[in-house]
């Protein structure tokens, strides 16, 4: 199995909602990242969770908030979200420790009104 | 600051011809470089590489890295238009875990 899964898909939410977005992994990888991609954008590395924890957050606002619930799951819960948040997001995850590769969900498309 | 350049950023070639993509990169410690292929969603994996001068190789795409220079090629031979795609170049560098790519190739391969 060398799936990462996103839910959901799609997501519209207004500037007010409270959403969150969900990623799973069965690999047993330990690194999983969130990236936010702009139409005709290259991915842009939001946070990376080592071994559960939070690593790095790449001064990402505090309307977006990862959390890890534990080795396989990683959420981004959105709230008070603006327009230009609108974007994919996606999830990946690798073994963790350098050289090794990194394997991407689907994404979220999200668009916020 | 770490930075990944690819080049061209876009190109339209017909099937059957030999593209080459560069990616040169300036990163703090550097780990490893990794090709992707992103069609509509996800970026596919595509090579990793880590020593210089060492060819990777599947089917008609190869990549090669050169770490004294900074750069590495994706090179694809026999063109497809299944082979239209952005080609993202992203470099692991600093404490590891962390991947940043570069702008992207856009290929378009016609019939």
Known sequence: DTEVTQTPKHLVMGMTNKKSLKCEQHMGHRAMYWYKQKAKKPPELMFVYSYEKLSINESVPSRFSPECPNSSLLNLHLHALQPEDSALYLCASSQGGAGTEAFFGQGTRLTVV | ?111
């Open chain 2, 1 to 111: 600051e770490d930075k990944v350049v690819q080049s061209p950023l876009s190109l339209v070639v017909h099937e059957g011809d030999t593209v080459t993509l560069n990616c040169s990169y300036e990163v703090t410690n550097f780990r490893s470089l990794l090709w992707y292929k992103q069609e509509k969603k996800a970026p596919t994996f595509l090579f990793m590489l880590t020593s210089s001068g060492i060819e990777k190789k599947s089917g008609r795409l190869s990549s090669i890295l050169d770490k004294k220079e900074l750069f590495s090629i994706l090179n694809i031979t026999a063109t497809q238009t299944g082979d239209s795609a952005v080609y993202l170049c992203a470099v692991e560098g600093n404490t590891g875990n962390q991947f940043y790519f570069g702008t992207g190739t856009s290929l378009t391969v016609i019939p």
